[in-house]
C-alpha cells in the first residue's frame, strides 16, 4: 500500500517514540501534528473506538474518578477529520512536548500484562516474548528520544533494541541515556518529579474500581535545557518535567483493584530511584 498524502497543514509527529509511525505498518496511518496538536488516528475496530470512547468518558463525565482522571491525560480536543482521508477518525490530543525547548520523551508501557481479555493464545504467546523481563519488573520500555547537552546531539532508542536489552542492562542502556545520567548537570530533581507524579497515577489506580488498563503507557518528558546551565538546576524543576498516560485501545470495563497497572507503578518507581541512587 503506498503512502497516503499528508492531509492539509499536518506532519509526522516529529517527537514520537512509540506507537504507529505515519508511511509505516499495513495501513500506511500514523501520528500527526497539526498547530499544537496531536493526532492519533483510531485504530481498526474495536480498538479504536474503545480509546476514543474511553477519552470521551473522561472528559465528559463529570464523576470523581473523572474529575480526578483528566490531570493525567493530554487533554481531548475531540474527533479531527479531513476529506483527504474521509474514511478515518483522529483523536485530537494536548501534545505535552510542545513547551519545551530540547523534549526528551520515554514511553514506558505499565504492567506485566499487557494482553487483553479478548486476546487470542497467539497474541498473548507474542505479547509475553517482547520482552522477557516485564513480568518481573512489572513495566517495558517501547522507546526513548533524548538530548545530549554535551555534543548537542539526538538519539533515539527503539523498541525492538529495549525489548532485546537484559533486565542488568535497564539502567545502562534505558533509563541512565534518558535521564543524561552521566552529564555533569544531571538533576535528580527531575527524577523525583517522575516519582511524584507516578504516586498521583497510583493513588487514583487505588480508588478506582471501574476499568482494568492493558497495553497502556505513560509518556514522561523533561526539558534538557535544564541540564544547559547549572544555575537552572536551582530553579523550579516542575516547569522542565511533564508525564501523562497515554494509549487506551485496550482499556476494559471492571470491577475490581487493577493489580497489574499499580504493581507497574511501583516498578517504575523502583527503578526510577535506583537512577539517583547510582
Given at each position: 500500500?503506498?503512502?497516503?498524502?499528508?492531509?492539509?497543514?499536518?506532519?509526522?509527529?516529529?517527537?514520537?517514540?512509540?506507537?504507529?509511525?505515519?508511511?509505516?505498518?499495513?495501513?500506511?496511518?500514523?501520528?500527526?501534528?497539526?498547530?499544537?496538536?496531536?493526532?492519533?488516528?483510531?485504530?481498526?475496530?474495536?480498538?479504536?473506538?474503545?480509546?476514543?470512547?474511553?477519552?470521551?468518558?473522561?472528559?465528559?463525565?463529570?464523576?470523581?474518578?473523572?474529575?480526578?482522571?483528566?490531570?493525567?491525560?493530554?487533554?481531548?480536543?475531540?474527533?479531527?477529520?479531513?476529506?483527504?482521508?474521509?474514511?478515518?477518525?483522529?483523536?485530537?490530543?494536548?501534545?505535552?512536548?510542545?513547551?519545551?525547548?530540547?523534549?526528551c520523551i520515554l514511553d514506558a508501557k505499565v504492567g506485566a500484562m499487557t494482553s487483553d481479555p479478548l486476546a487470542t493464545p497467539e497474541k498473548i504467546r507474542r505479547e509475553k516474548a517482547k520482552c522477557r523481563w516485564k513480568a518481573k519488573t512489572g513495566f517495558s520500555l517501547i522507546g526513548l528520544k533524548v538530548f545530549n547537552p554535551t555534543n548537542s546531539e539526538w538519539k533515539t532508542v527503539n523498541s525492538h533494541y529495549l525489548r532485546h536489552i537484559d533486565e542488568s542492562e535497564i539502567l545502562s542502556q534505558g533509563l541512565n541515556i534518558f535521564f543524561n545520567r552521566?552529564?555533569?548537570?544531571?538533576?535528580?530533581?527531575?527524577?523525583?518529579?517522575?516519582?511524584?507524579?507516578?504516586?498521583?497515577?497510583?493513588?487514583?489506580?487505588?480508588?478506582?474500581?471501574?476499568?482494568?488498563?492493558?497495553?497502556?503507557?505513560?509518556?514522561?518528558?523533561?526539558?534538557?535545557?535544564?541540564?544547559?546551565?547549572?544555575?537552572?538546576?536551582?530553579?523550579?524543576?516542575?516547569?522542565?518535567?511533564?508525564?501523562?498516560?497515554?494509549?487506551?485501545?485496550?482499556?476494559?470495563?471492571?470491577?475490581?483493584?487493577?493489580?497489574?497497572?499499580?504493581?507497574?507503578?511501583?516498578?517504575?518507581?523502583?527503578?526510577?530511584?535506583?537512577?539517583?541512587?547510582?
Amino acid at each position: 500500500m503506498d503512502t497516503p498524502p499528508l492531509p492539509l497543514g499536518t506532519q509526522p509527529l516529529s517527537n514520537q517514540v512509540g506507537g504507529h509511525a505515519f508511511g509505516r505498518g499495513k495501513t500506511k496511518l500514523g501520528m500527526l501534528e497539526k498547530d499544537g496538536v496531536v493526532l492519533k488516528p483510531l485504530q481498526t475496530p474495536p480498538r479504536g473506538e474503545r480509546e476514543l470512547n474511553f477519552y470521551k468518558e473522561a472528559f465528559s463525565c463529570e464523576q470523581k474518578w473523572a474529575l480526578d482522571l483528566r490531570p493525567l491525560l493530554p487533554t481531548f480536543q475531540g474527533e479531527w477529520h479531513t476529506d483527504q482521508h474521509p474514511d478515518v477518525t483522529y483523536c485530537a490530543l494536548e501534545n505535552i512536548t510542545q513547551r519545551f525547548r530540547f523534549p526528551c520523551i520515554l514511553d514506558a508501557k505499565v504492567g506485566a500484562m499487557t494482553s487483553d481479555p479478548l486476546a487470542t493464545p497467539e497474541k498473548i504467546r507474542r505479547e509475553k516474548a517482547k520482552c522477557r523481563w516485564k513480568a518481573k519488573t512489572g513495566f517495558s520500555l517501547i522507546g526513548l528520544k533524548v538530548f545530549n547537552p554535551t555534543n548537542s546531539e539526538w538519539k533515539t532508542v527503539n523498541s525492538h533494541y529495549l525489548r532485546h536489552i537484559d533486565e542488568s542492562e535497564i539502567l545502562s542502556q534505558g533509563l541512565n541515556i534518558f535521564f543524561n545520567r552521566n552529564h555533569a548537570n544531571f538533576n535528580p530533581r527531575i527524577v523525583e518529579i517522575f516519582i511524584e507524579k507516578i504516586k498521583r497515577i497510583q493513588l487514583w489506580f487505588e480508588e478506582q474500581r471501574k476499568f482494568a488498563f492493558y497495553s497502556s503507557s505513560i509518556l514522561f518528558v523533561y526539558d534538557a535545557a535544564i541540564l544547559l546551565n547549572s544555575a537552572d538546576a536551582a530553579a523550579d524543576c516542575s516547569q522542565f518535567a511533564d508525564a501523562r498516560m497515554i494509549d487506551f485501545a485496550h482499556v476494559f470495563p471492571s470491577g475490581e483493584r487493577d493489580e497489574n497497572y499499580i504493581t507497574g507503578l511501583e516498578g517504575l518507581v523502583q527503578y526510577f530511584r535506583k537512577v539517583i541512587d547510582l
